[in-house]
């Protein structure tokens, strides 16, 4: 039997495991990434590890998020990332040369590789051919450490393209279609690979944008074939010799195949408060909008970033409008100023933001209250933009510069003709902001430089064998991390000091749950399906962890954050029947005996004290799962296996 792109690149590095659908297996990883908000952690963690340098063919240390620098905390934490990356063997992106994502696909990403990294959309780098992860910082300080990277092993779904786009359509777009097809959990348990004959018209950072809101679907992966499009952007990169083809073999078999004919796609939109909530850009014409933000890890490459410059070229933007352009690095930034479609795009009204994250994880640039704001982002969870009650929507970059011109939604056709944009045949190559590490020698004496903001990890509980305690809070369906550990300006430069974090835990649902937690001691939580999609922060867990959640029970789980949960020590368990979820409410005492012979047979009995109820919950743990939450923690087990 044939296989597919992923199975081969699994394949070829695999550890352990059965490569058949739902059984762990264990993945050599090639390459890490990390940014500074999952960093810091990261870093304390390998540090733990007590290992001298990092095992991995390359690893590089972004900081791109927290770069609002309003009190000492951010540059403590860049000052530390910057000494551990030299000390350890580690790259060092410095801030301002880019976000993750666009820069490790123009400088680092190789086809065939695995890469994990301390955020989501570390998938991004399946757009150049990579088998890229996204997972909990201590995932990856293992990684870094020669350790194996654990997944399930996925199912396989193909999305073939067909067609060509037609004028004002864009690869967001088929981000949008694909969501609105699957929804936010249809991606889960799988790997999505993109082909057909409409690919060989997408250019790399298109494929990028693609694999990128592959996180939205919950998916454990996405990637694109490595063919002659790919080899052109390695040339343009100067690294034409990192180039190898990648495709699937004739007879390769997938779990589901799913036709999207390019030429019968229109503009779409994603409207609040999730990125599956997508309707035709049409369909809302005419609706206000008080903000634009044009960048984000999704849309900020150099071809998008021409193309906004050339539709705003000569134009005024809307007086009602505010306009922000986040590049998404140095290498784009730098040859939008070199072509003159910066000043093109300054002449416009709008305000340039410095090559980063920025408004998407709300570091800055929140709308106004009530605002409307569209955003050419992956994300629009309630809350996140910093403004609590404004209204995100997730566009193209074309239709971005539509409203941002008529200060209301508008499908960009009406734009008049799209100015043709060619991929340069080269980029302008400069990585003197990316910082190497020192040699062997010299790192030796390195001193690592520790700020006051960084504060122990909280204790680790190791699951004893019954467990009794308050059911402190119940949540419903889609429950993002931005719900449980919310980011912004204000709390995201305290992402190593986790009992300041604690204050904010859950506070998107409920701003008694610290307070009340820390009064019960030991606490389980519930929620509905698709439990902690979104962000790989592991502060997700970290946090409730220190406030003293032993379980979350659940309709289902995301991927990333049931990994976290697990590695930070707290049992992660769904009910046998969903419809079992109406049988607690919050304020109930719950209790299970026979924890650990329970995580053996895969299922155990919660007592609902409270009703007398017995309610079956279940659990698929594999040995090494049992023995971390018997630890208490993946770094526990990882000194017990060192
Ligand atoms: C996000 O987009 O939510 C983030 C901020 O990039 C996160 C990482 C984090 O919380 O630091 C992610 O996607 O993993
Ligand atoms: Fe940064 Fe936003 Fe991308 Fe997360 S989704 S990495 S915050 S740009």
Redesign the pocket.
């Known amino acids: 039997m044939g296989l597919t792109i992923a199975q081969k690149i699994i394949k070829a590095h695999l550890i352990s495991g059965e490569m058949t659908v739902g059984s762990e297996i264990a993945l050599r990883i090639d390459q890490t990434l990390t940014?500074?908000?999952?960093g810091t952690m990261a870093y304390l963690e390998f540090e733990s590890m007590g290992i001298d340098r990092v095992r991995t063919e390359k690893s590089v240390a972004y900081i791109d998020?927290n770069t609002l620098q309003s009190g000492f905390e951010n540059a403590d934490d860049h000052r530390f990332i910057q000494s551990i990356a030299k000390k350890h063997g580690i790259y060092f992106s410095r801030p301002g040369n880019g976000i993750c994502h666009q820069v490790h696909l123009e400088r680092f990403g190789i086809p065939g590789k695995t890469l994990i990294g301390?955020?989501?959309?570390?998938p991004t780098g399946g757009g150049i051919g990579m088998l890229a992860f996204?997972a909990g910082g201590l995932d990856v300080a293992v990684a870094m450490g020669g350790g194996a990277y654990y997944i399930t092993m996925p199912k396989m779904i193909k999305v073939n393209l067909t067609g060509k786009f037609r004028p004002f359509v864009t690869a967001k777009d088929v981000s949008l279609e694909i969501l609105r097809i699957l929804s936010v959990k249809g991606g889960v348990g799988s790997i999505i690979e993109w082909g057909g004959e409409g690919i060989a018209t997408l250019s790399v950072p298109e494929r990028a944008t693609i694999t990128n809101m592959g996180?939205e679907l919950g998916a454990t992966t996405s990637i694109f074939p490595s063919d002659e499009v790919t080899r052109d952007f390695l040339r343009a990169e100067g690294r034409e010799e990192d180039y190898v083809p990648l495709c699937s073999d004739p007879d390769a078999v997938y779990d589901r195949v799913i036709d999207i004919d390019l030429s019968a796609l229109k503009p779409l939109i994603a409207c609040p408060h999730s990125p599956d909530n997508v309707v035709t850009v049409e369909s809302l014409k005419g609706t206000r909008v008080d903000q634009v933000c044009i960048g984000?890890?999704t849309n900020s490459s150099l071809l998008d970033m021409l193309k906004v410059a050339a539709l705003l070229k000569g134009k005024t933007i809307s007086p009602s409008v505010s306009l922000s352009i986040s590049p998404g690095s140095k290498q784009v930034l730098s040859m939008l100023s070199e072509c003159g479609a910066l000043t093109d795009i300054l002449a416009s009204g709008a305000r340039v933001l410095e090559c980063a994250?920025g408004p998407?994880?709300g570091m800055g640039f929140s709308p106004n209250s009530g605002g409307v704001s569209l955003r050419t982002f992956?994300?629009n969870f309630e809350g996140?933009s910093g403004t609590a009650d404004a209204k995100v929507y997730l566009i193209s970059p074309e239709t971005a510069v539509a409203a941002a011109l008529t200060g209301e939604i508008t499908d960009p056709i009406l734009l008049g003709e799209m100015p043709a944009i060619e991929m340069p045949k080269a980029f302008r190559i400069d990585d003197s902001a990316v910082i190497p590490p020192a040699p062997l020698e010299e790192a030796k004496d390195l001193e690592i430089l520790r700020g006051p903001n960084i504060k122990k990890f909280p204790d680790c509980y190791p699951q004893k064998d019954s467990l009794r305690a308050e059911l402190v809070l119940k949540v419903g369906d889609n429950i993002t991390?931005?719900h449980i550990?919310p980011?912004g300006a204000k709390i995201?430069p305290y992402?190593s000091n986790i009992p300041y974090l604690s204050q904010f835990c859950f506070g998107v649902c409920d701003k008694t749950f610290p307070e009340r937690a820390k009064a019960a001691g030991q606490s389980i939580v519930v929620g509905g399906s698709n439990y902690g999609q979104?962000?790989?922060?592991e502060?997700?867990a970290l946090v409730p962890l220190y406030l003293g959640v032993r379980a979350v029970i659940t309709k289902s789980f995301a991927r990333?954050h049931v990994a976290n949960l697990i590695n930070a020590g707290i049992m992660p368990l769904t009910f046998a029947d969903p419809a079992d979820y109406d049988k607690v409410s919050q304020g109930d005492v719950l209790s299970i005996d026979g924890v650990w012979a329970g995580m053996d047979s895969g299922s155990m009995t919660l007592c609902n004290e409270t009703t007398g109820e017995k309610i079956p919950v279940v659990c698929a743990f594999t040995e090494r799962q049992k023995e971390i939450l018997k630890s208490g923690s993946l770094l526990a087990y990882t000194g017990k296996q060192l």
Do not use: E, K, V, Y
């Open positions: 940014q500074d908000a999952t998020h301390s955020d989501s959309h570390t996204g996180t984000s890890c994250c998407c994880i992956n994300r996140r991390t931005d550990m980011a995201l992402r979104g962000s790989s922060r502060h997700a990333i």
